[in-house]
Structures are given as structure tokens and as C-alpha cells.
């Protein structure tokens, strides 16, 4: 059963801009992955954050985590060509706590044009 | 670190004949998953073992579809026979027992006609 589920569907932007996905889920989760997929590639894991966390960074992207609207947002500052793909939140499945088995979103296609 | 290892990468098959999946993962990570992704929508899981021993294949349709991780490190996917809607791209992921990281192997493409 899908719990998360990306928004928007598809994202297109200009190079250099900053990218928002978000990610809203149906039932309490203890940590949130978001992925990353480049085209006719496997998935690349970005950031895990934790339910008593509610802003992570690495590089360019920052993820935040709201557990009171179950929701988590990535975003993508100073975006470039190499940061087309496909984005996926991933979670636990209900009533599961630990991050070894996770469910994925439909994901976010972004297209960064030049 | 060699990553997770999947073969063969592209594969038509007609529709009611069999394929095979090829997965090996990252030496040394116990946990081992199967997922199918079709076109446009997020991989789902089909199966995870944990070593060699099967932690959840409630989504793998068994009357078409077989795993096994015999002797905990490598494993096959089998499909016999196949249908149209089993085209998708197959991908094996592997886990550190005690890590939080999944990591994905590029998949296996299958076209069923």
C-alpha cells in the first residue's frame, strides 16, 4: 500500500533556480529517505531524516519534516542540468519503524532547462 | 565498493514464456530486495530477504513469479510465465545489516510482447 505521495507530479525549471518538492504521507513515520533516479538509472538514496528532526542539509538540498501535517518537503538550491531526474520519498510502511523496508511515492520528474 | 551487479540489463520476451533476473548484491549486506518499477510510478517491493531467508514477499504474485537467495549472497528473479503487465524495469537493492541506506543496482529492463 502506497504511503507517500509526491507533489507535483512534474517540475520544470531554469537552471540556476532553487527546486520544491514535497512529499505527504498517511500514517506516522519515525525517518522519511528521499531518492533520486536518473533516467534508465537505479535509485540513488540522498537523505534520511528522523521524526525528531525537523531540517536536514547536505549540499544543495535540504529536507524538512512537519510530522503534525505529515509532510516533507526537498529542496534543491541552485539547480543545474545534472539535477534532472526523478525524486521519490520513501517510508516506512504502517506500523513499521525501521527504515531496512521502505515504500515509495509515484516521485516528482524534474527537468531543469538550460 | 563494487555496487549491486544485475544481468542482463535488457530483455524482450514474448508473452507466456519465462525470464530470469540476475542479483549480486554489495558484498557483505544481508538484507536483499527485489522491486519492480513500472513506467512512471515508484518501485514497489516484491520481495526482501534477509540473508537467505524471506522477511516479506506479500506483493510478489507466486503463482507466476519465484525468488531465491540460496546461499545468502546472490539471487535470482524468475518469472514463468509472463504476462503483458509484467513489463518493467526489475531492480535488486542490498542493505548493511545495520544500515539505514538502501543501495540500488541500475535494473533489469524487461519488455513482455
Known amino acids: 500500500s502506497q504511503q507517500g505521495e509526491e507533489d507535483p507530479q512534474a517540475l520544470s525549471i531554469q537552471e540556476g533556480e532553487n527546486a520544491t518538492m514535497n512529499c505527504s504521507y498517511k500514517?506516522?513515520?519515525?525517518?522519511l529517505q528521499w531518492y533520486r533516479q536518473n533516467s534508465g538509472r537505479g535509485l540513488v538514496h540522498l537523505i534520511l531524516?528522523?521524526?525528531?528532526?525537523r531540517e536536514k542539509h547536505s549540499g544543495r538540498l535540504r529536507v524538512t519534516l512537519d510530522t503534525s501535517k505529515k509532510s516533507s518537503s526537498l529542496l534543491i538550491t541552485a539547480s543545474r542540468a545534472a539535477d534532472t531526474a526523478s525524486y521519490f520519498c520513501?517510508?516506512?510502511?504502517?506500523?513499521?519503524?525501521?527504515?531496512?523496508?521502505?515504500?515509495f511515492g509515484s516521485g516528482t520528474r524534474l527537468s531543469i532547462r538550460p | 565498493e563494487a555496487g549491486v551487479a544485475q544481468s542482463p540489463r535488457y530483455k524482450i520476451i514474448e508473452k507466456r514464456q519465462s525470464v530470469a533476473f540476475w542479483c549480486n548484491p554489495i558484498?557483505?549486506?544481508?538484507?536483499l530486495y527485489w522491486y519492480q518499477q513500472i513506467l512512471g510510478q515508484g518501485p514497489k517491493l516484491l520481495i526482501q530477504?534477509?540473508?537467505?531467508?524471506?522477511?516479506?514477499d506479500s506483493q510478489l504474485p507466486k503463482d507466476r513469479f519465484s525468488a531465491e537467495r540460496l546461499k545468502g549472497v546472490d539471487s535470482t528473479l524468475k518469472i514463468q510465465p509472463a504476462k503483458l503487465e509484467d513489463s518493467a524495469v526489475y531492480l535488486c537493492?542490498?542493505?548493511?545489516?545495520?544500515?539505514?541506506?538502501?543501495?540500488f543496482g541500475e535494473g533489469s529492463w524487461l519488455t513482455v510482447v
Open positions: 531524516i528522523r521524526s525528531n528532526e
Open positions: 537493492a542490498s542493505r548493511a545489516y545495520a544500515g539505514n541506506t538502501i543501495y
Open positions: 530477504f534477509q540473508n537467505n531467508g524471506v522477511v516479506d
Open positions: 520513501a517510508t516506512p510502511p504502517p506500523g513499521y519503524s525501521s527504515a531496512s523496508k521502505i515504500i
Open positions: 500514517t506516522s513515520i519515525n525517518n
Open positions: 558484498s557483505g549486506h544481508a538484507t
